[in-house]
């Protein structure tokens, strides 16, 4: 479950943390959004990633929690990065 935890608030946290990027915007959105949004979601990605390594510390202490958090932190990247590939890869495959 401590695991769980940390993963459910790391995930999101990455994935607003690319929604705050106007090449992904336009990816994923077909337009970039105003400044206003965008500033909340990088703002609202960082908040989620230090959410994350709250958790982590609070359950595991600071040694263990922060190779834990970088671990988790790790994952959640590569499963936004990963996402988003095949996102373009279907939209190209649909055209």
């Given at each position: ?13 990455f994935a607003l943390l690319a ?5 992904h915007q336009l990816d994923l ?46 994952l959640s990247a590569a499963i ?16």
């Open positions: 479950m401590n695991h769980l935890a940390i993963q459910l608030v790391s995930l999101p946290a929604l705050a990027m106007d090449r959105l077909g337009r970039e959004l105003p400044p206003g949004p965008t500033r909340r979601l990088r703002l609202a990605g960082w908040l989620a990633l230090l959410a994350s390594l709250a958790i982590a510390v609070g359950l595991k202490g600071w040694s263990l929690g922060l190779v834990t958090w970088c671990g988790h932190i790790s936004v990065i990963l996402t988003m590939v095949a996102w373009e890869r279907r939209k190209s495959v649909k055209k």
